[in-house]
Structure formats: C-alpha cells, structure tokens
C-alpha cells in the first residue's frame, strides 16, 4: 500500500491493505519460516561464539553477521517483491537475494532507517511507535519504488 501511495497511485488505503494483506499472507508465510529459521540459527551461532571466547570463535563473528546482514537484505527485497510480484515463495526469495546484493547500500539504508526509527521510539519518544511503522514504511517505500523501477517492476506494467 505505501508502494502505491509513494509512486502517487493512492486509492483506499484501508482496503488497499486488508486486499493486499489477504491475497499475499500465505506466501508472506512460507518466505518467513525460512528466514527466521536463518536467523534464529545465525543468532545461536553468535552467542556460541561469544559464550566460548576463543580467539576461533570470536572470529568466526564476522562470517556470521556477513550472514545475517545477507539475510536482511534479502528479507527486505523479498517483502517488497511479494507487494509487487505474482510468483512462489521459493522463486520470490531466489530474486530477491541478488537484488538485495546488488542494491546493497539503498537496502541497506531502509534497514538502518527503520532501526534508528524504532530505536528513537522505544528509547526516546515513544509516542511516535503509535504512527511510526507506516510513516517509516512510507519512507522506505520511496527508495523501494527506485529500486524496482531499475527491474521494470513499475505499478502500471504490474497492472494493480
């Protein structure tokens, strides 16, 4: 929906997003289990590495948040694919690990802006989490909108 509203193509964005939110939910699904799977691996192997405190195992740190931070931008792609594009889980999740790659610093900067986002909320304003996800998702969605026209993944080819 904040796709839509950022290339001026708002409609109703209530039912724009209960539509949205029910034709994609399945596939949003089946692309979350695996990656918090990731995740929740990566995550594990960290604390390994630091509860052991080896010189090994402290190297082994950096190969894992490599990982991790693979692992977010391909999240990150592959949510705003599945917003865009008709396909599996599986084929959406293959796209969008070499477009996060490729649009690395852009991907990367919609991460750091919505942690630094919720970060100010929880630690200083915490009013502002009430408006924060869409004004935040909003903010991305322009950068987003940027990067899938590069693909050809406009509104108007998608026909929505």
Same mark, same amino acid.
């Given at each position: 929906?904040t796709?839509k509203?950022?290339?001026?193509?708002?409609?109703?964005t209530?039912?724009? !997003?209960f539509?949205?939110?029910?034709?994609n939910l399945?596939?949003?699904i089946?692309?979350?289990?695996? &990656? =918090?799977?990731?995740?929740?691996i990566?995550?594990?192997?960290?604390?390994? #590495?630091?509860?052991i405190?080896?010189?090994?195992?402290?190297? =082994?740190? =950096?190969?894992?948040?490599?990982l %991790?931070l #693979? $692992?977010l931008l391909?999240?990150?792609?592959?949510?705003?694919l599945l917003?865009r594009?008709?396909?599996?889980?599986?084929?959406l999740?293959?796209?969008?690990?070499p477009?996060?790659?490729?649009? !690395?610093?852009?991907?990367?900067?919609?991460?750091?802006?919505? =942690?630094?986002?919720?970060?100010?909320?929880?630690?200083?304003f915490w009013?502002?989490?009430?408006?924060?996800?869409?004004?935040?998702?909003?903010?991305?969605?322009? %950068?987003?909108?940027?990067?899938?026209?590069?693909?050809? &993944?406009?509104?108007e080819? $998608?026909?929505e």
């Amino acid at each position: 929906t904040t796709l839509k509203m950022a290339s001026n193509q708002d409609g109703y964005t209530v039912s724009s !997003f209960f539509s949205s939110f029910k034709m994609n939910l399945k596939n949003g699904i089946l692309m979350w289990c695996p &990656l =918090l799977l990731i995740l929740a691996i990566l995550g594990i192997d960290c604390y390994w #590495a630091l509860s052991i405190g080896s010189t090994i195992s402290i190297s =082994l740190l =950096l190969p894992f948040f490599i990982l %991790i931070l #693979a $692992t977010l931008l391909t999240a990150r792609m592959a949510f705003v694919l599945l917003a865009r594009c008709e396909n599996t889980a599986k084929k959406l999740l293959l796209m969008s690990v070499p477009m996060g790659i490729k649009n !690395f610093f852009p991907v990367l900067s919609t991460i750091v802006l919505s =942690l630094g986002y919720y970060l100010f909320g929880i630690f200083v304003f915490w009013p502002i989490l009430i408006v924060g996800p869409g004004l935040c998702a909003y903010i991305n969605s322009f %950068i987003f909108n940027r990067i899938l026209k590069k693909y050809g &993944l406009t509104l108007e080819e $998608t026909n929505e």
